[in-house]
């Protein structure tokens, strides 16, 4: 089974696989390749999630076959969960790594609200991660982790190869 090791210690990223970050809601998904929970703070909005593979990877390019074969069905069924649970109109994804700290590849799923201001529109939507402080309260996080949680179908990916 693929897991974070001690070895990157210092990589947040992997901080969150092995759940030291405290995202609200706990982990919302997990199998042996892939781990899915909640941005952690400052909470930027309520469903702002972060999907990473648990083994430490810094390109696409380098995910395995089965990591690769998962990562499609996995973001389409957690972003249909994602839409249910907030009533977004969309579900932008996004993958950057050039963070310090976060070279690791994660994948942020972002609820794209029907009422977002058009300079929040696409990428623009990162502006929110800019403050020191919550815009939304931890337990709203929390409410749509769980409500993720519950509508994300438990088909496991990486379940061969």
Known sequence: MPTTSK??????????????????????????????????????????????????????????????????PLIARTAAALERATGAKKVYVGLFGEAKLFAHVHIHLIPRPIDLADDLRGPLIFALMRTDSDRVPVSEAERVSAAVRRGLPRRRSGSRG
């Open 7 to 72: 070895r990157h210690a210092d990589c947040g990223t992997c901080k969150g696989v092995r759940n030291e970050l405290g995202a609200p809601g706990g982990v919302i998904y997990e199998d042996r390749l892939w781990h899915l929970d909640h941005i952690v703070r400052p909470l930027p909005m309520a469903g702002w999630l972060i999907l990473k593979p648990k083994r430490h990877v810094e390109s696409v390019a380098k995910l395995t076959p089965a990591e690769s074969r998962a990562l499609g």
